[in-house]
């Protein structure tokens, strides 16, 4: 460790001598079980460290799930036999440098421990797992997920129930690629915890979905509400912060009228229950539960799929996830666990109380299987060595000391090895970084019962690798009144040409309506006519409609316009225009030159007969049929896949919302 790190640990030795010589009831907030002395069974202790509140983090939810597993080692006489295991519990507040000061409490005072089960949260197991190893001690945590305690090289004997936070990125990910979002905002809080999620996250964004991000930065110790965030035009945005500091960002965007379902937040679905109405916010962002709640709807949340889940599968210790949650109301309810501040518990169970349990068996096993090694007089020779015992004399663990490495040593050994089948159905095997392994995540929704409270839904699972991550909707899952919100402003996306050049283009196809409907005029009038009858006044009707419906589709095509339904006509209006004019224009102009080369020229030998006036028409009716059969199919296909061929685009510079598509453009079909 490097000079800054000794000058901490030193202050922080000192400040816990100082509090421990304040202290007048002893050094730690409660032993349990209480030391019976009369069962002729030797005690051994573990260290508890969890979080009784602080800034960032509450766990102390988790001490009747150890209390629960204690209660099933001390009565099962086939673990540790000759012994009892008990706690000492102490508080690190979520905070590194408390979390330091407990350690030297838990250390410097008696009894000696024999195994570490904590720190309640990953700034404050980061130090203690740190430390651990220096004293010979192993520890399992349940309340911890950095990707930073991965390091096997940094924290020597640290194993966790929890898998690291980090795989959540593929959840984020597979729902902003699900949905098909382009752009999303990242909020990161500046914890090693958030950090390594937000980094894996923007991998993925940009290696595999080529999606833009844009990311805000905040320091532990800032605001999140001093951050403009809000003003970016992002509608997407990935929260990675305590639920404390998200309360905090909520209430700004309450205020800001950030609100769903125009606007969504991913969130990691650690969060307690219902953590929008949990503590305060802050006094310029003072929010109730209910805006809370408001901006909390709709919001997507993924978690790693290692909760329990099967109510009635047998566990470790022949236990049902039934039978934990009656056990687990039982003890908060406790007199023994009346000042450790639990009664909120009473109502539901903390998340992590399960993890907790199966950290306190994990460790028990392990303690167990290396009690069982010290028969070997080769490893008891060694270890009573190790505690500076007389020659000859027998090591048990009572005797362990913190310099007692070829203990720590087994239990590592035991501790890598750990396989058991968890609570609810979850298996507890460790990978070589002592991380639990889990390569699934579930995903909720938050939404209104009927009785319009909020609460999370299950909308899916999914399941990644290193290579490939797969998201796997529920049927009827995700709740979205509105539809599926958009990832950014829609934009006044204009193609034009200049007013000048469209001025013109009105002009002339006006003069050539004008002139074409002369003609029509020119022909009724003038009908009888022998020039005119020589030139089948009845067909240079379609001739003069379709010129009409041409220099009709010339003046949609400059028509400006920001009403989507509107621009969606024109659009599609075009290729209808264009075929059938030239059909009824063109068509009738050739079948009439074939009937002039049939009259004067005729080596066919074709009867006249078959171009009278009204088959001809026939003839160009029937080509105008074959366009309106195409155009039809088209158009149908078009509609339902395109939305009649209008699409929104993101906005990336305008903060207004303006919704609209102008469409103009040479083409005969736009594509916007």
């Not at 001690?137 to 966790?160: E, G, K, T």
Request: proline letters at 4%; charged letters at 15%.
């Amino acid at each position: 460790m490097d000079l800054v790190c000794w000058l901490q640990l030193f202050l922080a030795f000192a400040a816990s001598s100082v509090t421990l010589a304040q202290e007048s009831q002893g050094p730690y907030h409660q032993i349990y079980p209480p030391v019976n002395d009369t069962d002729g069974r030797t005690p051994l202790y573990i260290a508890v460290v969890l979080s009784f509140g602080g800034s960032s983090y509450k766990s102390v939810g988790a001490l009747p799930g150890i209390q629960i597993a204690l209660d099933y080692i001390n009565s099962e006489p086939s673990i540790l036999p000759g012994y009892s295991l008990h706690y000492t519990l102490t508080d690190s507040q979520c905070d590194r440098s408390t979390a330091i000061r407990s350690y030297f409490t838990q250390i410097t005072n008696p009894p000696t421990k024999v195994g570490w089960v904590g720190s309640g949260c990953s700034p404050a197991t980061e130090p203690t797992a740190e430390l651990t190893q220096y004293h010979n001690i192993a520890q399992v945590s349940c309340v911890s997920s950095s990707p930073d305690l991965h390091n096997r090289q940094r924290f020597r004997y640290y194993f966790q129930l929890l898998s690291t936070d980090a795989p959540i990125a593929y959840g984020f990910y597979s729902i902003i690629q699900y949905f098909g979002w382009k752009r999303v905002g990242i909020i990161t809080q500046g914890e090693n915890l958030f950090i390594a999620t937000s980094d894996v996250l923007k991998r993925l964004l940009t290696e595999n979905g080529n999606i833009e991000y844009t990311e805000w930065y905040f320091r532990s110790e800032e605001s999140v509400s001093n951050i403009s965030i809000f003003d970016s035009g992002v509608r997407i945005y990935v929260v990675e912060m305590y639920s404390i500091n998200a309360r905090e960002l909520f209430c700004k965007a309450y205020r800001s009228g950030i609100l769903p379902p125009k606007y969504l937040f991913l969130t990691p679905n650690w969060y307690v229950e219902g953590w929008w109405a949990e503590g305060h916010t802050s006094v310029d962002y003072n929010c109730t539960a209910d805006e809370l709640a408001a901006v909390a709807l709709y919001n997507v949340a993924p978690f790693l799929a290692e909760f329990p889940e099967i109510d009635d599968a047998v566990a470790e210790p022949n236990i049902t996830l039934r039978e934990f949650r009656s056990l687990y109301y039982k003890a908060v309810q406790s007199d023994y666990n009346e000042n450790n501040r639990l009664m909120e518990y009473s109502d539901y169970i903390f998340p992590y109380a399960y993890h907790c349990h199966e950290a306190t068996l994990t460790f028990a096993y392990a303690l167990n299987k290396t009690v069982t090694d010290l028969a070997d007089d080769f490893l008891n020779r060694e270890a009573a060595e190790e505690s500076g015992l007389p020659e000859g004399e027998t090591f048990t663990m009572a005797n362990f000391t913190y310099a007692n490495s070829g203990i720590v040593t087994r239990m590592f050994e035991h501790l890598q090895n750990t396989s058991f089948r968890g609570i609810g159905g979850n298996d507890v095997i460790f990978n070589d970084q002592g991380t639990r392994i889990i390569n699934r995540l579930k995903v909720s929704q938050y939404q209104k019962n009927a009785n319009g409270t909020l609460h999370r839904v299950h909308v899916g699972e999914v399941t990644f690798t290193k290579l490939n991550v797969t998201f796997h909707p529920l049927p009827t899952s995700f709740h979205f009144p509105e539809g599926i919100p958009n990832d950014g402003m829609a934009i006044e996306d204009v193609v034009t040409v200049s007013v000048a050049l469209t001025v013109v283009y009105v002009i002339l196809a006006t003069a050539g309506l004008v002139f074409a409907v002369a003609c029509i005029l020119f022909n009724i009038i003038f009908r009888e006519k022998r020039l005119i009858r020589l030139s089948s006044p009845n067909l240079n009707y379609l001739i003069g409609l379709g010129a009409i419906v041409l220099y009709l589709n010339v003046i949609t095509l400059v028509i400006p316009t920001t009403n989507t339904h509107f621009a969606a006509v024109l659009c599609n209006i075009n290729p209808w225009l264009i075929s059938l004019g030239y059909s009824f224009c063109y068509g009738t102009i050739i079948i009439k030159m074939i009937r002039v080369w049939v009259i004067f020229n005729n080596p066919l030998q074709l009867k006249t007969s078959f171009f009278r006036d009204y088959l001809m028409a026939l003839f160009v009716l029937s080509l105008a049929v074959i366009d309106v059969v195409i155009l039809l199919t088209y158009t149908a296909t078009e509609a339902v896949r395109d939305n009649l061929g209008v699409k929104l685009t993101a906005n990336r510079e305008l903060p207004k919302e303006t919704f609209g598509v102008i469409i103009l453009n040479l083409k005969y079909f736009t594509n916007v």
